[in-house]
């Protein structure tokens, strides 16, 4: 009832949270950081100040996004979405950068930690409440197609297991005496971290050159066109991108060419639609041709 109660929100408070939370866990594991002098702390530290900024560029672009089309952007603004990820993406890499750095010169100059307890049950308490978050905004993110929510969302995940593995090296050199695992730990981090956010740069540069639908989605459109297929009546040239939240999609009607102009209308209405009732966001553009008539491409990848 809960995870379906975070479906519905609506990813701007979802991102106003986010901006909330990142203010409190940077509180408290910079607390725990300077309680400890852990390099693994450090480096949550540094990864809960990305996640405010990359929330509040997120809530922006969401802002942004959601504006209706106008003159300059007839097909609306909904691709803003996909900077926020990028731009996280860019402010992980230079986090894990300065990650790196400190783990480096704390393995040239090892140094004890201090009342690692009150630090360990900080950086616990921040990484609970990120956990929390990040599934809603997961949850979210399915429910309302939203890539700045998922960027933001898996962020925030990944930042989740960060803190597992650093309370784990905390613990070890708890247990061993041995202050080298902190900053192993500190580099183990940071390389995680770089994984995340080269995958989100790559990740929101596919949105922004018009990736097609996936196949799931694609099925769909299949079988709703299939009910509407005849010996007379085909659809062919079919085209589609991801813009956004927004979902398109292009193809040909074939249909007798003694029809008059009404009742192919009227048809192409019917199928448009149908697929916008069987997919949820998805505009279709339809061009009508007679039966006889072939539309001919350079590219003949471009025919199904």
Not at 214 to 236: G, K, N, Q, S, Y
């Amino acid at each position: 009832m809960v995870q379906s109660g975070w479906k519905t929100l609506p990813p701007q408070l979802l991102l106003r949270m986010s901006v909330v939370v990142a203010v409190l866990t940077i509180l408290m594991k910079g607390g725990a950081w300077w309680l400890t002098q852990s390099v693994g702390l450090l480096s949550d530290a540094m990864e809960s100040l990305v996640n405010l900024l990359g929330a509040a560029f997120a809530l922006l672009m969401v802002r942004i996004a959601s504006r209706p089309a106008d003159d300059d952007h007839p097909y609306g603004h909904h691709k803003a979405e996909y900077f926020s990820a990028g731009f996280e993406g860019l402010l992980i890499l230079l986090a894990a950068l300065g990650i790196i750095a400190a783990a480096v010169e704390r393995l040239l100059h090892p140094q004890a930690l201090d009342q690692l307890g009150v630090g360990l049950v900080l950086s616990v308490l921040s990484s609970a409440l990120n956990g929390a978050l990040a599934c809603a905004m997961l949850s979210s993110a399915r429910h309302h197609r939203s890539m700045a929510l998922e960027g933001d969302g898996r962020h925030l995940m990944t930042d989740v297991w960060t803190s597992v593995g650093v309370v784990v090296g905390i613990a070890l050199v708890a247990a061993t005496g041995w202050a080298w695992l902190d900053p192993v730990v500190g580099l183990g981090v940071a390389l995680n971290i770089l994984r995340e956010g080269a995958a989100l740069v790559w990740k929101s540069s596919q949105g922004l050159m018009d990736e097609a639908l996936p196949p799931e989605v694609m099925d769909v459109v299949r079988r709703t066109l299939a009910e509407f297929e005849h010996p007379t009546i085909r659809f062919d040239h079919i085209s589609s991108r991801r813009s956004g939240q927004r979902l398109f999609i292009d193809l040909h009607m074939h249909m007798p060419a003694g029809w008059t102009l009404g009742r192919a209308a009227a048809l192409r209405t019917s199928v448009e639609q149908a697929l916008m009732s069987a997919v949820p966001g998805l505009r279709a553009s339809i061009q009508l041709l007679p039966t006889d008539v072939e539309a001919h491409f350079d590219d003949a990848k471009d025919l199904i």
